[in-house]
């Protein structure tokens, strides 16, 4: 199957910036689409962003202009780079994949999910 490993989380002031980075091992050609989610406490998983094989790319309008998502094949590696952080940013950010095809932006759409990383941006 896939294994996917985030990292980069932290703490980090509203306006600021990080990147998150999630790693996938084993069998990463099964691997058509890789998004991020976020949880924050008492609310529903939410999409973030996604990129497809073909490096299409989709971002929820609450993150559009402020978040970047991008590959690297070689690596096997998708990033989330976030800047112009918000408070309401905070949550626990989780990659997730799926060998479905087109664009997907619901949880229960995705086979595979990494343990998550915290992200807390102070006001």
């Known amino acids: 199957q896939v294994q996917l490993v985030e990292s980069g989380g932290g703490l980090v002031q509203a306006g600021g910036s990080l990147r998150l980075s999630c790693a996938a091992s084993?069998?990463?050609?099964?691997?058509?689409?890789t998004a991020w989610f976020r949880q924050a406490p008492g609310k529903e998983r939410e999409f973030v962003a996604a990129?497809?094989?073909?490096?299409?790319?989709y971002y929820a309008d609450s993150v559009k202009g402020r978040f970047t998502i991008s590959r690297d094949n070689a690596k096997n590696t998708v990033y989330l780079q976030m800047s112009s952080l918000k408070p309401e940013d905070t949550a626990v950010y989780y990659c997730?994949?799926?060998?479905?095809?087109?664009?997907?932006?619901?949880?229960?759409?995705?086979?595979?999910w990494g343990q998550g990383t915290q992200v807390t941006v102070s006001s």
């Open positions: 997730a994949g799926t060998s479905n095809d087109g664009y997907r932006q619901y949880p229960p759409e995705y086979d595979y």
């Open positions: 990129i497809n094989w073909r490096s299409n790319i």
């Open positions: 084993g069998r990463t050609f099964l691997l058509y689409n």
